[in-house]
């Protein structure tokens, strides 16, 4: 079995492709493979709001509050892991969308 890090990598590339659909379904298969790794609710929210998938994107942001309280807005997303400062605003833009 692959680890949780090649999962959510998937969802986070396939969120940033815009293809929010597949981003969605890693995602939700990752929590569901890795209940213990929260930040798979990072890339479903986002992908869900971009969906317009509003109520399901909440119940995302709720978990990312319940078990990840130190992660807002201001926290940064993926900064250090891409140069294209684009990705990251856009997976913001996501999560803003969300409501978190």
Avoid at 63 to 79: A, Y
Wanted: charge should be positive.
């Amino acid at each position: 079995m692959l680890q949780p890090n090649y999962h959510f990598d998937l969802a986070i590339s396939y969120y940033l492709a815009r293809r929010h659909e597949d981003a969605l379904r890693v995602a939700e298969r990752g929590i569901s493979r890795f209940p213990n790794f929260p930040m798979f609710n990072v890339p479903a929210a986002a992908a869900a709001a971009q969906l317009g998938r509003q109520e399901q994107a909440v119940l995302y942001v709720t978990e990312i509050r319940r078990r990840l309280p130190q992660l807002d807005m201001s926290f940064d997303f993926l900064g250090s892991r891409f140069r294209n400062p684009a990705y990251p605003a856009y997976l913001k833009e996501g999560l803003r969308r969300a409501g978190l």
